[in-house]
């Protein structure tokens, strides 16, 4: 099914503001007057202190702050490259095990557990890599049968949206929604009107079918806020706001809050990429205004002696013997350190006996001493 551009506005007009038929879903609103409709309305919307809604069921923490709970949606926004898929696919694996991936806690309830994503961005190869990184960050071989993962590259803003609509009446059971992103699900961005349906359409779903969606948006180059009317519409009717950024100088992919309706701001989280492991790693979060070499960091005689011992087990994790120049970068990585800090605790290492010196490199095999006072 692929919808053409003249079938949108019926479908808008669905999800639009006014639903005469959900509000009316015993009567035929095409029998009956205006001033019936919004008597009605004004009926079923109306205070009533009988009604004692249901606690908020939060599902989405951030050191322990309330990030999304169910019957809301949030927004991940950055500008494009800028490591969002990183940390959606931090999110979907931390929802689908139930662990804490980078700082981030999404533990649905038993009944809702099931979890949807929805990528109308990337081409099939980079649709798959995100998929394989999902299972690494979770630590699992196959996707469990409540995860189920839609590439909707080729199809335009009317399909998919009525493809969500469909997906969530077959599966109530579903309690989170991944939409990335959501300026595929509207064909003019800066409409206000159309931006309006997609946001209004958003509040439909969440609130009829009690789920938490996750949208992503992409950010402007030059002004740095989330584009058009949409991304301005959705910032405000967010529950929370969450922005990505690159930081170069350290290597990092910074997650950051922008703006938390129902919380405190939380600790930005920094994650870099491990060469040496193959895989995405948290790590101190560095200040991007400054070279990652002048940040305060914590000397070497301030860690501990067994966080020495493991970052030790990392920098020859791969090779037991390295030169000085590989020595030097992998201590760079290992604990995110400018190349004259990488210098000085690779000297540390050495002085405390972590690490020894042999005529061919350096190396963490203990047997090394012996051959190095066999050279001597």
């Given at each position: 099914?692929?919808l053409?551009?003249?079938?949108?506005l019926?479908?808008?007009?669905?999800?639009?503001?006014?639903?005469?038929?959900?509000i009316l879903?015993?009567s035929?609103?095409?029998?009956?007057s205006?001033?019936?409709?919004?008597?009605?309305?004004l009926?079923?919307?109306?205070y009533?202190?009988?009604?004692?809604?249901e606690?908020?069921?939060?599902?989405?923490?951030?050191?322990?702050?309330?990030?999304?709970s169910?019957g809301?949606?949030?927004?991940?926004?950055?500008?494009?490259?800028?490591?969002?898929?990183?940390?959606?696919?931090g999110?979907?694996?931390?929802?689908?095990?139930r662990?804490?991936?980078?700082?981030?806690?999404?533990?649905?309830?038993?009944?809702k557990?099931?979890?949807?994503?929805?990528?109308?961005?990337?081409?099939?190869?980079?649709?798959?890599?995100?998929i394989?990184?999902?299972?690494?960050?979770g630590?699992i071989d196959?996707?469990?049968?409540?995860?189920?993962?839609f590439h909707?590259?080729?199809?335009?803003?009317?399909?998919i949206?009525?493809?969500?609509?469909?997906?969530?009446?077959l599966?109530?059971?579903?309690?989170?929604?991944?939409?990335?992103?959501?300026l595929?699900?509207?064909d003019?961005?800066n409409?206000?009107?159309?931006?309006?349906?997609?946001?209004?359409?958003?509040?439909?779903?969440?609130?009829?079918?009690?789920?938490?969606?996750i949208?992503?948006?992409?950010?402007?180059?030059?002004?740095?806020?989330s584009?058009?009317?949409?991304?301005?519409?959705?910032?405000?009717?967010?529950?929370?706001v969450l922005?990505?950024?690159?930081?170069?100088?350290?290597?990092?992919?910074?997650l950051?809050?922008?703006?938390?309706?129902?919380?405190?701001?939380f600790?930005?989280?920094?994650?870099?990429?491990n060469?040496?492991?193959?895989?995405w790693?948290q790590t101190d979060?560095?200040q991007?205004?400054?070279p990652?070499e002048?940040?305060?960091?914590?000397r070497?005689?301030?860690?501990d002696?067994?966080?020495?011992?493991?970052?030790?087990?990392?920098?020859f994790?791969i090779?037991q013997?390295?030169?000085?120049?590989?020595y030097?970068q992998n201590?760079?990585?290992?604990?995110?350190?400018?190349?004259n800090?990488a210098?000085?605790?690779?000297?540390?290492?050495?002085r405390?006996?972590?690490?020894?010196k042999?005529?061919?490199?350096?190396t963490?095999?203990?047997q090394?001493?012996?051959?190095?006072?066999?050279?001597n």
């Open positions: 099914m692929h053409v551009a003249d079938q949108w019926p479908i808008a007009e669905k999800f639009g503001a006014i639903d005469t038929e959900n879903s015993k035929n609103p095409l029998t009956m205006k001033d019936t409709v919004l008597k009605q309305l009926i079923e919307r109306a009533n202190p009988a009604h004692e809604p606690s908020e069921q939060v599902v989405f923490r951030i050191q322990f702050q309330n990030i999304g169910l809301n949606f949030d927004l991940i926004t950055g500008r494009p490259k800028s490591g969002k898929s990183k940390y959606l696919s999110m979907m694996a931390a929802a689908i095990t662990q804490e991936i980078f700082s981030m806690s999404l533990r649905l309830p038993e009944d557990k099931r979890v949807a994503h929805w990528d109308t961005e990337q081409n099939r190869y980079d649709y798959h890599a995100m394989k990184l999902v299972c690494k960050l630590n196959t996707m469990p049968t409540h995860f189920h993962s909707c590259r080729q199809d335009n803003a009317a399909t949206i009525a493809m969500v609509d469909y997906f969530l009446s599966y109530p059971d579903t309690g989170l929604l991944f939409l990335d992103g959501l595929d699900m509207i003019r961005f409409d206000e009107g159309q931006s309006k349906m997609l946001v209004n359409f958003l509040k439909k779903i969440t609130d009829q079918y009690n789920v938490l969606v949208g992503v948006l992409h950010r402007g180059v030059t002004h740095d806020k584009l058009g009317h949409v991304g301005s519409i959705a910032d405000r009717a967010a529950q929370s922005i990505v950024e690159k930081n170069k100088e350290a290597k990092q992919y910074v950051k809050a922008e703006y938390l309706r129902s919380a405190d701001d600790e930005p989280i920094a994650i870099y990429y060469k040496q492991l193959n895989f790693e979060y560095l991007p205004d400054q990652a002048r940040q305060r960091k914590k070497p005689a301030e860690y002696h067994n966080d020495h011992a493991a970052n030790v087990a990392r920098i994790s090779d013997l390295l030169p000085y120049k590989k030097i201590i760079c990585e290992t604990y995110a350190l400018g190349h800090l210098k000085d605790m690779g000297s540390y290492l050495v405390e006996g972590l690490v020894w042999t005529n061919d490199g350096y963490n095999i203990r090394s001493q012996l051959f190095i006072k066999a050279k």
